[in-house]
């Protein structure tokens, strides 16, 4: 198994506090990505990083920053948590991004409620 | 815009009972396409994948053919047991140049004794 792991696993908080999920992985992966997976909706992308201080925005970025200060961690912020961002958040590495040998491989999962 | 569409589950089926999971596409070009499986309380895993048409993904006794001409990617697995319980997801990349994934929506299996 891919060395990833998510922390917290799980979190409840209140409406309108910041929070910051972490994602640390040991495998030297320069790709990093953080989704969010709602019932009816599967898995949709928030940020995805190529390498230190390199990010992106993702599908449904609004509401979230990400920071990578170094190759192994990949941080998510929520500024001011709103119920809307109630979900199971999860992250990915991959070591090469495209090609046939592309694989994204996930860590464990966060849950966050946002009360 | 790009999609991937699921069955909607859960699947229900008893030990040895075959099993299809529907997943049709829409994609411009030529995408590749993954199954992905999550088993309760971890995170997805690569189950399999095709990158062109006609290609057959398979892996532990789970089967899935690139049909580019009903643009489906069908799961098949000929006796399912109850250690293969757990969410599907059929997903698609636009080309073999970009990481992004696109994911259905998940058919959650669930396997009796």
């Known amino acids: 198994d891919a060395g990833i792991t998510q922390s917290p696993r799980h979190k409840v908080t209140e409406t309108g506090t910041p929070v910051t999920l972490r994602c640390h992985q040991t495998e030297n992966h320069r790709y990093m990505y953080w989704y969010r997976q709602d019932p009816g909706h599967g898995l949709r992308l928030i940020h995805y990083?190529?390498?230190?201080?390199?990010?992106d925005k993702g599908e449904v970025s609004d509401g979230y920053s990400v920071s990578r200060s170094k190759t192994e961690d990949f941080l998510l912020t929520l500024e001011s948590a709103t119920s809307s961002q109630t979900s199971v958040y999860f992250c990915a590495i991959s070591e090469f991004p495209a090609g046939d040998y592309n694989e994204q491989f996930f860590g464990p999962g966060t849950r966050l409620t946002v009360l | 815009g790009d999609s991937v569409t699921q069955m909607e589950g859960p699947v229900t089926l008893s030990e040895e009972a075959f099993l299809t999971i529907n997943c049709t596409y829409t994609a411009t070009g030529y995408p590749s396409l993954f199954w992905y499986v999550q088993y309760p309380g971890e995170g997805l895993q690569l189950l399999l994948k095709a990158t062109k048409a006609d290609d057959k993904g398979s892996n532990k006794g789970f089967e899935a053919t690139y049909r580019k001409e009903t643009t489906s990617f069908h799961l098949e697995k000929g006796s399912v047991q109850v250690s293969d319980s757990a969410v599907y997801f059929c997903a698609l990349k636009l080309s073999l140049s970009t990481d992004k994934l696109i994911f259905g929506t998940g058919t959650r299996l669930q396997v009796f004794p």
């Open positions: 990083s190529y390498g230190v201080k390199d990010t």
